[in-house]
């Protein structure tokens, strides 16, 4: 190897080794700022966390009635409505004339109310429309109706995760969302002992403040029998424990 290349090798190394030593001295304030940051980064993250809730929910579909429940009038025949004589969520009396049904003369019925209350149509019922036979017509909701309450159905598995005083989340609106000005709380009252023929188990909720004021102001029109979406909460975690208890099980 000539001198030449040696020199010129010799020279690149001191060079190397002079870049080596200036990209080594970090300032230290950059330091001592860099672990700041990081340590508000992750303060911050887990404060956060520990404000966001992200509960376990099971979701189901409830209908709203009434502790007093609605009476439904049925056509008897198959045949045609001859008069119609109230309108849909009007004010009604015991024992007055709702509609007439005729077959063409042989069979005639005649509905009337059995109750004091409002009466709510199920389909847009005018005279000489035709009516088979079993066909829901009116309901009527009693003028002492009681409290607002929802009927939900859940599987028999899942019957371990509810209890007497679980809070459900409903909205009175066909889209759901948490917070919403149409979503509400309610709480469940009632558990059915056994499941149905088609494992179903039977669950009662009641309306809770806001549930009943969204009702009374009429933000929707309340129709008994009207179905909504439901979240029965199972477990109100916050995010922050959510974490924990994954990375516990990742351990265990």
Same mark, same amino acid.
Do not use: C
């Given at each position: ?74 056509? /008897?025949?198959?045949?045609? @409505? &001859?008069?119609? %004589?109230?309108? *849909? #969520?009007?004010?009604?009396? =015991?024992?007055?004339? !709702? ?98 023929? /088609?494992?179903?188990?039977? @669950? &009662?909720?009641? %309306?809770?403040? *806001? #549930?009943?004021?969204?009702? =009374?102001?009429?933000? !929707? ?32």
């Amino acid at each position: 190897m000539s001198h030449n290349n040696r020199l010129e090798r010799y020279d690149l190394k001191l060079r190397s080794e002079a870049v080596q030593e200036v990209l080594g001295l970090v300032p230290h304030w950059m330091i001592r700022w860099g672990n700041s940051l990081i340590f508000s980064l992750v303060l911050g993250v887990f404060s956060i966390s520990y404000f966001i809730k992200y509960p376990d929910v099971l979701n189901s579909e409830m209908t709203i009635t009434t502790a007093n429940p609605p009476h439904n009038s049925f056509s /008897e025949i198959n045949g045609e @409505l &001859e008069q119609v %004589l109230v309108s *849909d #969520g009007t004010k009604v009396t =015991k024992g007055q004339l !709702l509609a007439t049904l005729t077959d063409g003369g042989d069979k005639k019925q005649t509905l009337v109310s059995s109750t004091n209350g409002v009466v709510y149509f199920s389909n847009f019922w005018e005279a000489n429309m035709l009516v088979k036979k079993g066909k829901l017509l009116f309901s009527t909701v009693p003028e002492n109706h009681g409290p607002y309450i929802g009927k939900i159905a859940i599987q028999q598995s899942q019957l371990n995760a509810v209890f007497i005083g679980q809070q459900v989340r409903f909205a009175l609106s066909e889209s759901f969302f948490f917070g919403g000005e149409t979503s509400a709380k309610g709480h469940i009252t009632r558990i059915a002992k056994i499941a149905n023929e /088609e494992n179903m188990v039977a @669950l &009662e909720v009641e %309306l809770d403040d *806001d #549930g009943i004021s969204l009702l =009374k102001e009429k933000k !929707l029109s309340f129709q008994p029998g009207m179905k909504t979406e439901v979240k029965i909460i199972t477990e109100d975690l916050r995010l922050l424990e959510r974490f924990f208890y994954t990375v516990k099980d990742i351990f265990k």
